[in-house]
């Protein structure tokens, strides 16, 4: 079993940035992909970003490309979420999942193991 536990959701403003943290315990070897997902209130979650710890290799929903960065710190077994350039849309629920083997990086059903979530909030 892998725990996770997120940190970091607060409310911002547009333009702004924020930085969200999950840091894993447990069987981390069950681990190889993080990632992080997203759903606002009324939506689907969607895949938002992943790192592959093996290489780290990293993949991006378009709607975050070249604004969030994924990174991971293995010491402290914990991947990050930078946000920068926060938009209004980026408003939701983010949630830190981790899989042994994924084939499709942001399907949800990918993914084993999830946090509790932490809230971002953007306002104009």
């Known amino acids: 079993q892998v725990q996770l536990t997120e940190s970091g959701g607060a409310s911002a403003q547009a333009g702004k940035s924020l930085k969200l943290s999950c840091a894993a315990s447990g069987d981390t070897r069950r681990a190889n992909f993080m990632a992080w997902f997203r759903q606002a209130p009324g939506k689907e979650r969607e895949g938002v970003a992943v790192?592959?710890?093996?290489?780290?290799?990293?993949y991006y929903a378009d709607s975050v490309k070249g604004r969030f960065t994924i990174s991971r710190d293995n010491a402290k077994n914990t991947v990050y979420l930078q946000m920068n350039s926060l938009k209004v849309e980026d408003t939701a629920m983010y949630y830190c999942?981790?899989?042994?083997?994924?084939?499709?990086?942001?399907?949800?059903?990918?993914?084993?193991?999830w946090g509790q979530g932490t809230q971002v909030t953007v306002s104009s």
């Open positions: 999942a981790a899989g042994l083997w994924v084939a499709d990086r942001l399907q949800e059903y990918e993914y084993n193991y």
């Open positions: 790192l592959y710890t093996g290489d780290g290799t990293t």
